[in-house]
């Protein structure tokens, strides 16, 4: 299993950022995919999560309104679309899966918002 985000970077408060996650050696297209963050001396935290044909989707409070999660199974890829951005946003952004009761990490995307 292999799970590789990009997307990234610095952006100003109320700016938009779209992470990608691409994932490779599994059945992408039958499993749920999530989207967690983890900002500094906090625990890692729920953000969005997409069953494996998009029809249920699950968001956090905080991120309702104004992330979208969605998904690409033809190209194995998990998008996270965040819009209206905060500095409380700021965190590491991972991309999930859990197959039979493992969790699959990526190995994360820095999201700063800041002026």
Request: glycine share 10%; aromatic share 12%.
């Amino acid at each position: 299993v292999q799970l590789v985000e990009s997307g990234g970077g610095l952006v100003q408060p109320g700016g938009s950022l779209r992470l990608s996650c691409a994932a490779s050696g599994f059945t992408f297209s039958i499993y749920f995919m999530s989207w967690y963050r983890q900002a500094p001396g906090k625990e890692r935290e729920l953000v969005a999560a997409i069953s494996s044909l998009g029809g249920s989707i699950n968001y956090a409070d905080s991120t309702k309104g104004r992330f979208t999660i969605s998904r690409d199974n033809a190209k194995n890829t998990v998008y996270l679309q965040m819009n209206s951005l905060k500095p409380d946003d700021t965190a590491v952004y991972y991309c999930n899966v859990r197959i039979r009761q493992n969790d699959y990490w990526g190995q994360g995307t820095q999201v700063t918002v800041s002026s």
